[in-house]
Structures are given as C-alpha cells and as structure tokens.
C-alpha cells in the first residue's frame, strides 16, 4: 500500500518498476545513465531500438531524475529554458502546472508524503496523497523513515512558471482582480485549515476534560450527576434555542439569547464541535424511545450472563468512591444486576416469539403444500453426527428445521461458541448442506424448505477427510456474516413473509444511499413491504419513508406518490388507511417545505374515496380547512381547494353541508388568483352536485348569494366593493350549469327521455364554453346522447306546452329573474366593471336556458321594466329606469346572445329608441354611454353602431342629433381608420353644418378625438379645415359655449395629438382665443374662457414647445391669460405669473446651452421635470394667493 501510495503521475511504468529494483526499500536514487537507458522519452521508438541510440542522457530522463532527488528549482530552470527553445517537457510542465505540489501538508499529509518518498515521489498529486493516506501505520512508518525530503511549502505570493496566465499582464487583461482573488482564495483557505484545526483540538480538550475513574464512578452510580461540559453546554443551548424559535416562542428565545450572550445561535459551528449538527429537540424525543431495547440489526443467538461474568465487569466496591452507606452502594450493584437480566430476558423473548412465528407460519405452509421427499446425503448425516454446531436463531426471518443432534448440543464449551460463531463457513455449511433432517419425534418423512420444491443433491466427493477439515478449510473463503449485511446475505428468506421481513429491515438502510433523483424508483418495493409486512410499527416506518422519501418532490415525484398511496389504499382497505395512511399525513402539515405540504394536501383528495366515510366528513374536512386558513403558499392552498371539490364529492353528511358554504365563501375571497380559479373548476361544481342533491340549491345556495349581492349594493352607496361584488356574481355565474341541470332533471318530461333510435347532436355553440369539465352540463346529467334527447323535449315542451307544473324553472322564471333585474337597477351604471360582470352573467344566463327562454321568459321582464314607448317620454318613472344600469345590461348581456339578422335588428331599435327617448327627455346619457361602451370593445358590433348614430345623424329632433354626435367620440378610439374615414367623418361633417348650433358645437369633441387617434394625413387634414371654419368663420366669434368647447377639446387631446398640429394649429388659436378674451366685456364669460385657457395652458406645458414657438404663442398667450387673472382670479394669477417665468428662464437656458431650433435630452428632462412640479402644485391649489407666491419659483 504504501509502494501505491508513492507512485509519481510524472514518471513511466518502466521508470516507476526498475527505479523500485535499483533502490532498496526504494529510498536510493538511480544513476543517471542508468535512467537514461531504462527511460527513453516518449516520442522514442520500440525498445528495440534502444540499443542502437548513442548513450546520450534523454532530456526527459534528467528531468525525472532532478524531480526525483527534489530538485525542484534546478528542474524550473531547466523547463524555462526548454519552454524558451521551444522544447516544451510534459512531464515538467504536468509538475508545475499543478498546485497541489506545492501545498503545505498538514500532519497526515506529511505522513503521505513520507510515504510517497518511499516511492521515489517527490511531490504527489492529491489524489497520490490520498491514496496513500489509506496504506497502514506500520508502512508509513517505514516509508517515512527511508524518505526523501520533505515537500516544499508554498507561499501565496509565489506563482509557478506554468500556472502564470501572460495574457493577464497585457494591457487589457484585468491583472491586479486576478492576482487579488487568487490570494483571497488562498487566505480563505488556510482560514478554513485553521478553524478546523483549532475546533479539532477543542474537542479534543473536551473529551478528556473528566478523567476516566471519575466517569466511571459517575456510570456505576445513578443518583451521581456528571457535570455538564461547557461544549454540552454550548450544544444543548443551541438546540434548545432552535427548539424556542420554531415553535413560536421568540420573546423566551430572544431572553435566552441574552443570558447567554457568549454564544451565536445563528451558526452551529460556533459550538465548537467538530461534528454534524444534531437532529432537533423533538426528533430526539421521538427518537428516544427506539433505543431502550435493540431489536434490530442483531442475531437472536442463545448467549446468556453468567453471574461470575457480572461480577467482573461491575466495578469493585472499593474503587467506588464512597458517597453514601455501604448498603446504598449495594443496591445500586444489584439494581444494575437486575436490568441486565431484564434486558437479557426481554430479547429472550422477542426471540422466542419470533421462532413461534415461524414455526406457525411452517405449519401453515406444509398444510397446503405436499412436501416433497428428500435426497438425504450420508456425508451430512454423518458430519452432522461428528460436529456439533451451534447456530444463530433467525427470528423467525429464515427457515431453519434444526435436527435433534444440534437441539441436544446446548451442553457446548465457550471455545466450540466462539469458533462457530466467527467461522462463516459454518452458516454456508448450514445453509447449503444441511436441506433435510430427519424429525425424531414425529417418525415422518423429512420435509424440505417450503421455498425448495424438490431437495438439492449435490456430489459427494470420494474422499476420507474428516468433516471438521473440510470445515476448516473452507473457512479459508473470505465471506462477511459478522455484520448486518453479511447476515442478511448469507440466508436466502424462504416465504413472502421472510421476504417482506427482510425488505422492511434493508429498505431503511437502503434509501439514504440513493439519489435523491432515482428515489421514486423505491417507491414500489416500499408500497409493497408496507402492504405486506406483518409488523405495525415496521409498516409505520415504511410509510414515513415513502411520505420522506424526497426531501422537495416535485410534481412527477408527487403523482408518483400519491400512486403508490391510492394502491396501498385499494390493497389494505380504510381501516388501515384510517389507521396508517393519515397519521402521514398529518404529521406533515405544517412542514417547512410547501412541497411537502402540498404532498398532503393532494394526499387528502385522492384517498377520499377510500376512508370510511366519518373520516372524510371530519378529519380529513378540518385538515383540508386548517391548511386553507393558515397555509401562505398559493399552491398548496390551490391543492387543498382541489381536494375539498373531491370531498364534496364523497360526503354524505348533510350536518356538514354549512361548513362547506363557509369554505367556499373563504375559498371565493382568497387573495391569489390561483386559488379562486381552483373554486371555480373543481369545488364550486361539486359542492353544486351536493347542493343539487340535498335539495338546497334553489333553497338556499343561490338565495344566499343574491342576499349578499343586495346588501353589498345597499352597503356601497358611497362606495362600492367591486371585488366581493364580482366574487358572488362569479359564483352565482359558475353555479347556471347545475342550476339547468336541476331543471332538465325534474322537469315533467323527464321519464320520456329515452335512448332509442337516432340521438339528435347538439349544435357546438349551443353552450358556453365551460371553464372546467364539471361544469359542462352533458358531464351533470351523465351523458351528452342523454342530454341531447333532454333539450329536445325541454325545446319543445317551451314551445308548445308551457311551464305549468315545471317547479324549478318557475323558481328561475318567478323567483330568480325578477330578483336579477331588481338588483341591476340598483347598480351604478357609471361603474363599468359591475356592468361588465352583470352583462356576462346574463349573457351566460341567456345561452345557456335556450333561446326560446330567452325570448319567452327573459326579454319581456325586461321589456316590462324599462316600457319603451312614445307616451313614456315625459314621464319620471320611465325615464328613471332608462338612466340606469338596466339598459346597458339588457342591451349587452340579453340581445346580443344570438346573432341572427332578426336579433341584431331588435338590438338596433332598442338603441335607437333609448337614444331617442333620453335626448327628448333631457334625460343623463349615462346608459347609453355605458351600452356603446361595452359593445365598442368588440368590433363585431361597430358597424351596429354606427348604423343607430346614423339613425341619430338624419333625426328630425335636435336633441337626437346633438346626442349622436356626442356619441362619435366614444366610439372613433375603436373603430378601424377605415370606418372612421368612411362613416364617422362624413357623419360629423354633415353634423358640423347642422341649422342648430348645438349640434354644431356637439361634434367638436369627436373631432378632437380623431385629431388624437387618426394617423391618416388626409383625414387629419379634413377634421383640422373643419376645426379652423369653427374659429375663423365670423359667425362663430360671439359664440361663448363654442369657445369653450374648442378650448376644453384643445386642453384634452393636445398633448397626445400630432406635434405638427399641436404648434401649427392648437398653440396658436389658442394664443388667438386669450387675445379675444382680454375684450370680453362680460366678467362671467370672461371667467368661464379663462379658467379654460388655464387648464389648457397647464395640460400643454408639459409639451415640448420649440423656442420660436414658445416665444411667438405660448408666452404671450399665458401673459394675456395673467392680464384676466389679475382682476377676475388672483389665485390663478400667482400660478399663471411663476409659469411665465420658468418658461422664460428654460428660453433662456436654452439660448445658452442649445443650438437654436435644436430639441436635446437635457431639454426634453426639464419639460417632464416642470410637468412633475406642476401637476404636484396643481394639486394643492387653493384660494389664498400668499401660499402660491414661489409655486414655481426655481430652487436655489
């Protein structure tokens, strides 16, 4: 061991073997002729040819010389000089180029070192070192002694030829990191080295702090205390610390932490021990009681205790120190006697039970089976008559059918027990020889192993050797039966029960040694030892391995489990999974690792069906809602909703069933987006199924929720919680399959439903796309051949018979309906995310009863409410219902289910008669707006709309006309440019030369919008022709409100309309317009333009205005505007005076700074800086002009 140890990496086979010949004991040193004729280079040809060279020394022969004889600076010498020549030597640059030559060796280094010199090795590489770091004492000893020189120590400022890096030392190469982070690693390291060293002597000082007597006296004497070591100290400390946090007690561990202010909790090496960090406090409690009794990885061999052998090895009276009477000390003697003996006694027994076992399970065996007739050989007999043998018992584990020669041989002497034990060849003999013995007592046949079919015969050799040398010697076969591997490989199990038994004791020694990658390959054999395995407490074991099995099971690992989990459970039944199964899993659900929780969680749903059921509606139901409540990790909780749908699926008790309403009211308001989605796909739909079945949905479910609705819209009047309100909305919308589902399902035709004949198909639109399987209806009623033959009779029995008698869809058409459109009258039609999920409601509603429903049962409850009609126009009570949230809803969510030419046309009219309705009653067009709003999202419907403006554009009444026109400009941001320039523009443009200027001015905003949306330079062009005849046409200039429209359009699309429109057009019209008003002889009107011009001269110095344009328009149209601030506004005065002088001092600055006409960086950062600080000051404006007097004053 010690010649491997030493073998050099840079020296031949045929150098290593003749260099070891030549030097005795290896430790001489060869000549160099020598070398040069035994090692030729290695670009030299055959040996044969060897003979025939000129007994020149070869260069690399040298070179192995001087690394032999340490020559290390003479052969760097030499490698440099070689590497300029361009002769570069392998073997030298292997050597240098390698740091591991170099490093200082610790105390067990040296000793490799040394027997590397053994070896001729003047340095070897790690893996050299390590190797022979495993040769014995005694070699390295010697090796050590006929050594070379020790290695050379290495200094960290030193580098070696090979390992310098040229390129580094160029001038773009990063030199001074390189060399920095090189020494920081090598100070790191010799840090490390260090710390180990000293807290290897640390504890080296512990453990000999109590002297060897004083520890024995304190073993022999229970009530003596040993005092605890400062590093128990430390290390307890540590655990009970780690034990406080973890269980929520920080106060106590922030206390503890200060009385023991010496030490760090946070790292455990600061212990100081020089070993692995302990389990924690509780895996040692529950860890404590499996080492009271060994009762695994041992032989059951029949070895009692002598009385003599007791009083030797208890420690003699006299040499106890005396801390109490003679008679204390005597009890304590015979109490130690006496658990002894119980603890000899107690594994007696587990043995004896054991054999019992399998005595029984042998009976059982040979009842079934006929045994065979055995060969019996006369040499085993024989051997079996002339050698005693005294084997160990195998609990049970292996078939064992010992003759009555060895029964009767317990009589042994204490050298037979021995050699019998610790010769292996003794148990081989056993196990391949001896197949049957003759059963004495009973005078039957021999009977073999219950696992050998037949007996094995093998050939008797015709020899005369006595058995005990044929014992003897092969016993000189090197096989391993002393340990616990050897034990379980030397005896074959001989049932499925010695099998499991074997499997349950390998497997927990198994697992640790397997990636943690591959361990889902046990996953198997574990399953299979825990279902068949006699014991319990094994079983328990199998099972928290397998639930331990991967420390982070990802989700291929977890299926996997929950597999193998769902197998176990149809193998053994629910009362072992009850028993078995479950403690697994709770044991785990306030595991660190989510996804060990979430093992749980999915654990619970897919067991479900096999618990009893009074397990599933009551452990596994307050598992699920305690990791729903307490767990942070949105999967888990995800997995838990999951598990709680297939719950609902299993339970059967209805005390349960308002437990499951508050779940799914918490699972509806979970923050994550995850979870709720989960309620929707899986534990909506089955708790529904419940519902449905106890009779609840119509009573109760669906009540409920519409209650909550209600008293949210009656809570919200100042302000309404949009997300509670689209939670129970979303619920009562994922509840409209069951709901239909229960109405097909009790309706009056349902027993006419049979499969016969042909099945009619469903058309593919006739449902809306459910969001989970569970929710499509075919999947509720059982079948889609069944559910076609239902809608069939439910279509017909819409159309021609009615309702009479149809409970459930009187409940929806009486009941539900009425309340549904009550509760929309109540919305706020002004918020457009209520209106959304209200018209997706009853557009779902809507398809999914049918379209006959619909027409039938929905449109005329509406049609009744909102009473469209001529006569209806003056009246309060319908115009009241026609501002509401009613009209958008109906519009949005009822006539646009179906897209036939005659519903697409009862959706135009009905638009048109609102439009029509509100513009004559002066009404808000609030609906209307929301209604254009919610269908302009979808371009389906633009020309829809287009064609109802239309209808407003050639209306004889003003108002109508003067409303379409307020309604282009919702509808230009979404409407294609092509439909703009075809159908909008020419709509404004006749409305722009209405007779009434109302109308005229009505279209102003529409324009703005396409200035603000439209890139087409001919339709720009068109709307600003048409802008400027509104400014520059005489007949406009006395036109107050038209001024004020313009301006307050300007204000609105100026900043995001084109930059050549904004300074050629917008700047300078309105400079014009703040001109005009400084005449205006009327103070209000005066007022009312210049708060306008105020707001627009805010929204556009945000812009970036050019500097000729700044100084042409913008200036002097804020000072004109400051002139009427003066007088009618002095608050606005103090703001309009601080813009006026940043905008002159960024003229200026730029001057300065800038070319002239240029737009820079820095320019465009001032801009967004000013438009920051004034929409900041904007907003604190007030009525007292003091505190605005520096609002935009430059700081100093």
Not at 1013 to 1041: C, G, I, N, W
């Amino acid at each position: 061991m010690a010649a491997a140890g030493g073998v050099n990496p840079f020296l031949s086979d045929s150098e290593e073997s003749e260099g070891e010949e030549g030097r005795p004991g290896g430790g001489g040193s060869s000549s160099l002729s020598d070398a040069g004729t035994s090692a030729p280079p290695p670009s030299s040809s055959p040996p044969a040819a060897q003979a025939e060279e000129p007994p020149r020394v070869p260069v690399d022969a040298l070179a192995a010389q001087l690394l032999r004889d340490q020559l290390v600076l003479t052969a760097l010498e030499l490698h440099t000089e070689l590497l300029e020549s361009g002769r570069e030597l392998p073997r030298l640059r292997d050597y240098f180029s390698n740091p591991g030559n170099f490093e200082r060796q610790s105390a067990g280094g040296g000793a490799a070192a040394a027997g590397g010199g053994a070896g001729g090795t003047p340095a070897p590489t790690p893996t050299a070192a390590s190797a022979s770091s495993a040769a014995p004492p005694g070699g390295l000893a010697a090796a050590g002694k006929e050594g070379g020189p020790g290695q050379l120590h290495r200094a960290g400022s030193i580098s070696t030829l090979d390992s310098l890096d040229f390129a580094r030392y160029s001038d773009d190469g990063n030199r001074e990191t390189d060399e920095r982070v090189a020494v920081l690693e090598f100070e790191l390291r010799k840090a490390k080295e260090t710390i180990q060293a000293l807290r290897a002597n640390l504890t080296q000082a512990a453990e000999n702090e109590v002297p060897l007597q004083e520890r024995r006296n304190y073993k022999s004497s229970p009530e003596i205390q040993e005092p605890i070591k400062p590093l128990e100290k430390r290390a307890l400390n540590f655990l009970v610390n780690e034990f406080l946090l973890k269980n929520g007690y920080k106060l106590t561990s922030i206390t503890f932490s200060d009385e023991n202010d010496d030490q760090d909790f946070e790292l455990w090496d600061d212990v100081g021990l020089n070993i692995p960090k302990p389990p924690d406090l509780l895996q040692l409690y529950r860890d404590f009681g499996n080492h009271q009794i060994s009762a695994k990885d041992v032989f059951d061999i029949a070895v009692g205790t002598e009385e003599d052998e007791l009083d030797a090895t208890t420690p003699i009276l006299e040499s106890i120190p005396i801390f109490g009477t003679p008679q204390s000390i005597e009890q304590c003697v015979m109490v130690q006697k006496l658990e002894d003996q119980i603890n000899s006694l107690s594994t007696e027994k587990w043995s004896l039970m054991e054999q019992i076992q399998r005595l029984e399970s042998e009976i059982d065996y040979l009842r079934n089976e006929k045994p065979a007739i055995p060969v019996i050989c006369d040499s085993v007999q024989s051997s079996l008559a002339q050698v005693p043998l005294s084997l160990p018992d195998d609990n049970g584990r292996y078939l064992d059918i010992k003759s009555s020669a060895i029964d009767s041989n317990h009589e042994e002497t204490e050298e037979e027990r021995l050699s019998t034990v610790t010769d292996p060849e003794s148990r081989l003999l056993k196990d391949n020889t001896i197949s049957c013995i003759p059963n004495k007592e009973r005078g039957k046949p021999p009977s073999c192993s219950p696992s050998i079919k037949a007996a094995v015969h093998f050939d008797k050799p015709n020899r005369k050797l006595s058995p005990a040398f044929h014992q003897a010697l092969l016993s000189f076969c090197q096989m391993s039966a002393e340990s616990r591997l050897g034990s379980e490989v030397s005896r074959i199990a001989d049932s499925e029960k010695s099998v499991m038994l074997m499997l349950g004791r390998c497997l927990p020694h198994i697992v640790p040694n397997v990636l943690l990658a591959k361990r889902e390959e046990l996953i198997p054999l574990i399953l299979c030892t825990a279902c068949l395995h006699p014991e319990p407490k094994e079983r328990d074991q199998l099972l928290h391995i397998l639930f331990n099995l991967i420390k982070r099971p990802d989700d291929e690992q977890r299926q996997m489990i929950l597999t193998g989990c769902v197998a176990f459970a149809r193998h053994v039944g629910p009362t072992r999974v009850e028993a078995e199964l479950l403690p697994q899993c709770w044991e785990q659900i306030n595991h660190k690792y989510p996804e060990r929780r979430l093992l749980v969680a999915e654990s619970c749903g897919a067991l479900a069906p096999y618990l009893p059921k009074e397990i599933r509606s009551s452990l596994v139901l307050s598992m699920l809602q305690q990791m729903l409540m307490e767990d942070k990790a949105d999967l888990v909780r995800e997995a838990v909703i999951k598990s709680l749908g297939i719950i609902m699926g299993y339970i059967d008790d209805p005390d349960k069933y308002q437990q499951g309403f508050e779940l799914l009211l918490s699972a509806l308001g979970d923050p994550s987006e995850r979870v709720v989605s989960a309620t929707h796909q899986v534990f909506l739909p089955a708790y529904a199924a419940w519902t449905t079945e106890l009779g609840n949905l119509q009573s109760h479910l669906i009540p409920t929720l519409l209650s909550k609705i209600e008293k949210l819209l009656r809570e919200g009047e100042h302000g309404l919680d949009e997300h509670k309100l689209h939670m129970y909305l979303s619920a009562l919308q994922s509840l409209i399959p069951s709901l239909f589902a229960l109405v097909l399902q009790n309706a009056p035709f349902t027993s006419k439903a049979k499969l016969q004949g042909e099945v009619p198909q469903i058309e593919v639109t006739r449902f809306p796309r459910p969001v989970s399987p569970l929710q499509d209806v075919a999947t509720i009623i059982g079948s889609r051949e069944q559910l076609a033959i239902l809608l069939q009779l439910y279509d017909y029995q819409l159309e021609h018979e009615g309702t009479t008698g149809w409970e459930t869809l009187l409940w929806v058409v009486n009941q539900l309906l009425p309340q549904l459109i009550e509760i929309v009258g109540k919305i706020n039609v002004a918020s457009a995310a209520c209106v959304h999920e209200f018209s997706r409601f009853f557009w779902r509603l809507c398809r999914t009863f049918g379209k006959i429903f619909t027409n039938t049962k929905v449109k005329p409850q509406f049609q009744e409410i909102l009473r469209l009609s001529e006569e209806n126009v003056d009246t309060t009570a319908g115009n009241g219902v026609l501002t509401k949230a009613t009209v958008p809803i109906y519009a949005t969510g009822v006539l646009t289910c179906y897209i036939q030419e005659e519903d697409r046309k009862l959706l135009v009219g009905f638009l048109e008669d609102v439009m029509t309705m509100l513009s004559l009653s002066h009404a808000p067009l609030d609906s209307l707006k929301a209604s254009f709003v919610e269908l302009g999202a979808n371009p389906a419907y633009h020309e829809l709309l287009l064609t109802v403006l239309w209808y407003g554009v050639v209306h004889t009444s003003a108002l109508v006309r003067c409303t379409a026109a307020r309604m282009f400009e919702l509808l230009v941001k979404g409407v294609h440019e092509t439909l703009v320039a075809q159908r909008v523009v020419p709509a404004l443009i006749t409305l722009s030369s209405d007779p009434e200027i109302s109308v005229r001015i009505a279209t102003i905003p529409a324009f703005g919008t396409i200035m603000e949306t439209v890139t087409q330079r001919e339709l720009l062009e068109r709307v600003k022709m048409q802008l400027a005849s509104f400014l520059e046409d005489p007949q406009y200039q006395d036109q107050h409100s038209l001024h004020t429209e313009i301006i307050k359009t300007f204000g609105r699309v100026g900043p995001n309309a084109e930059p050549r429109f904004r300074d050629e057009f917008v700047i300078p019209h309105l400079h014009k317009l703040a001109l005009v008003n400084n005449q205006q002889s009327t103070d209000s009107k005066r007022l009312d333009i210049a708060i306008h011009l105020f707001e627009a001269y805010s929204a556009l110095s945000c812009c970036f205005i050019s500097e000729d344009l700044m100084v042409s328009h913008f200036l002097p149209g804020l000072r004109c505007l400051r002139n009427d601030m003066e007088t009618l506004s002095p608050e606005h005065e103090v703001i309009l005076s601080s813009m006026i002088k940043e905008c002159e001092q960024k003229v200026e600055n730029r001057g300065v700074q800038e070319p002239q006409g240029s737009m820079s960086i820095a320019a465009s950062l001032v801009s967004e800086d000013t438009k920051t600080k004034f929409l900041n000051k904007m907003g604190q404006l007030t009525t007292s002009g003091a505190m605005l007097a520096n609002v935009f004053q430059r700081k100093k």
